[in-house]
């Protein structure tokens, strides 16, 4: 696998950088307002996603601090653990999608080694009756 030129990791830290600006302000603005504070309206506000939240470790610390300052500490039972986040669904797909070609990859080589004898056969057979009608 080729590394990710500097142009794309300077685009990407970019845009890392303005969504964790984005999700600060939104934790701001949902404290100034009184609202709960939780991944979820965190995420909502900011439109970032609750992954990104928990795998961010200052915005994690943050929103824990604030979610037990609001007494809103069952909301901890609430919100999904990091590893059963977005990118668990997506790891698991990858996963099952990784199986399923390979399966399938199986089959298409069992395919063309049948396709190959069918192929010889064929062509035997063809070889015979031409022999057959020169007669």
Do not use: C
Not at 54 to 79: H, N
């Amino acid at each position: 696998m080729t590394p990710m030129p500097e142009h794309l990791r300077q685009a990407t830290r970019a845009r890392t950088e303005e969504a964790g600006k984005r999700a600060r302000a939104a934790l701001a603005e949902l404290a100034k307002a009184g609202k709960p504070i939780s991944f979820t309206a965190v995420a909502r506000q900011a439109g970032v996603s609750t992954d990104f939240l928990y795998r961010s470790p200052e915005l994690r610390s943050w929103i824990e601090r604030q979610r037990t300052k609001d007494g809103s500490a069952s909301a901890a039972l609430v919100d999904p653990p990091g590893d059963s986040s977005a990118s668990a669904a997506v790891r698991a797909l990858s996963a099952r999608l990784r199986r399923q070609q390979d399966a399938h990859r199986e089959e298409v080589t069992r395919l063309r080694k049948a396709l190959e004898v069918a192929q010889g056969e064929n062509l035997d057979l063809r070889r015979r009756l031409a022999r057959y009608e020169a007669d």
